[in-house]
């Protein structure tokens, strides 16, 4: 006699046939991002959880798990250009509902600078600033993306965190009223201590 099929190849669940996660969809400017339970695309296994530091923009909706990260990140280019943003990725249906806290980052100098640039429409820029360092930004960073709505292009150089480094492309960070996708991110040589000599 043939042995019966071991009884995990009946289980349903993640990954398996004919199954779609659902997740809170939402967009919002401010502290608040509440939306509807929708049916994920079936290459989107992942449900994640945005929001900037400073609690102004949140963003919840489904993701790939390969360009889904969780946890703090953080890139200056420029005392006005900042962005920050904590994210929470999760594998259960509706599991982003809960909100996300804002936890204020540590926004003092921590003695070192980086290349600096930003540019819109492009895909690189040249640096023609330095920026310092604040916090936990430890490295010197290269991102480059798409801006949503428009779906502009943009680069931007700078002081990074350690997790924007390696930042998987279609990592979402949302930025006032804007949703940056990123595309592409990367380290660059350390970042020198201040009024050292390049």
């Known amino acids: 006699l043939p042995s019966p099929l071991p009884p995990t190849l009946f289980l349903s669940g993640p990954g398996s046939c004919g199954y779609s ?3 809170e969809v939402c967009v919002s400017d401010g502290p608040n991002c509440n939306g ?16 900037t530091e ?21 890139i200056t280019s420029n005392p006005e250009n900042y962005m920050g943003s904590k994210r929470r990725c999760c594998q259960k249906d509706g599991c982003n509902q809960d ?14 600078r980086c290349p600096s640039c930003i540019a819109a429409f492009t895909e690189t820029c ?11 930004e430890t490295r ?4 480059s993306g798409i801006v949503q709505p428009a779906g502009d292009k943009f680069a931007a150089r700078g002081c990074g965190t350690e997790t924007a480094c390696h930042t998987k492309p279609g990592t979402l960070v949302p930025s006032g009223a804007r949703l940056f996708t990123i595309k592409k991110a990367g380290c660059l040589p350390s970042p020198q201590a201040a009024g050292k000599a390049e």
């Open 99 to 112: 909100p996300l806290p804002g936890k204020p980052q540590n926004h003092t100098e921590n003695g070192l």
């Open 126 to 136: 040249t640096p023609t600033e330095e920026a310092l360092c604040v916090g936990e």
């Open 140 to 143: 010197c960073v290269a991102v």
């Open 21 to 23: 996660l659902s997740c």
């Open 54 to 74: 400073t609690n102004r923009s949140n963003y919840k909706g489904c993701a790939k798990s390969s360009e889904c990260g969780s946890g703090f990140f953080g």
């Open 36 to 51: 509807k339970l929708q049916t994920c695309a079936a290459d989107e296994d992942s449900c994640i959880a945005v929001v």
